[in-house]
């Protein structure tokens, strides 16, 4: 146990805010905030036939938003892969945050330059989390248990597929014991296509300043082209 339980802990807690992980040009969502999501019917998910897990592609670009509704946030977001690296990027210099999360050279990275009241060096060195990959992010994401159909209504309605996935500390087994929620992830994803991302709340490791724990990112755009990942030169080398 100790720092090496620890630091694998914080590794996947990262990773689930990254998908949540485990993506900067601005884009216009199909709402102001998060979109709201209706059942397809309640007969629907009483017994739903499970569809494939989703999975973050080796290349995707995608446009968006990113809401924190309790600090009245709504900034422009972007999620990018390029070659099994990935990069998101919510806000920039002139909105009130901003921050970046990479899966780079198999190594997991946060850095956040700005957030409300809470002073910090637009120029700190960012966090390599420890050793994560694509790989491992999509081995994580087929955890997630499938919560059952539902349409995201916006301009354009969306047909998606609501997973959650989560990390809890404390006892495996059933049976009463003290339990806490450590990370979690409510992941939309296209019903034709389980690799393209709609939404998504994320609590993890590397948005911990929210008071509430509630983080939204909703996409307008997303394509399975090659993005554009690039890793802050305050960041340490990924490891060899």
Not at 104 to 111: E, P, Q, R
Request: charged share 15%; net charge positive.
């Amino acid at each position: 146990m100790g720092s090496t339980w620890l630091r694998r802990t914080l590794t996947v807690a990262a990773a689930a805010g990254v998908a949540a992980a485990v993506a900067i040009t601005p884009g216009s969502a199909d709402t102001p905030g998060p979109v709201r999501a209706t059942l397809v019917s309640a007969a629907v998910l009483t017994t739903p036939a499970t569809p494939p897990h989703p999975f973050l592609p080796a290349n995707f670009r995608g446009t968006g938003r990113y809401i924190v509704s309790d600090l009245g946030i709504n900034v422009p977001f972007s999620w990018q892969g390029r070659n099994g690296n990935s990069q998101m990027i919510a806000g920039g210099p002139r909105y009130r945050i901003w921050f970046t999360n990479l899966i780079y050279g198999n190594s997991l990275y946060t850095v956040t330059y700005k957030w409300p009241r809470i002073p910090l060096d637009p120029n700190r060195r960012c966090d390599r989390v420890g050793s994560f990959s694509l790989r491992r992010f999509n081995n994580l994401l087929k955890t997630a248990r499938f919560v059952g159909p539902e349409i995201l209504q916006g301009i354009r309605n969306r047909y998606v597929d609501h997973w959650r996935v989560g990390i809890v500390l404390g006892q495996t087994r059933p049976g009463p014991a003290i339990r806490a929620p450590f990370a979690l992830g409510d992941i939309y994803v296209d019903q034709k296509d389980p690799g393209q991302s709609w939404q998504g709340l994320q609590f993890g490791f590397e948005n911990l300043y929210d008071p509430q724990l509630d983080e939204w990112f909703t996409m307008a755009t997303f394509s399975h082209r090659p993005g554009t990942v690039t890793l802050p030169p305050t960041c340490p080398a990924p490891a060899s």
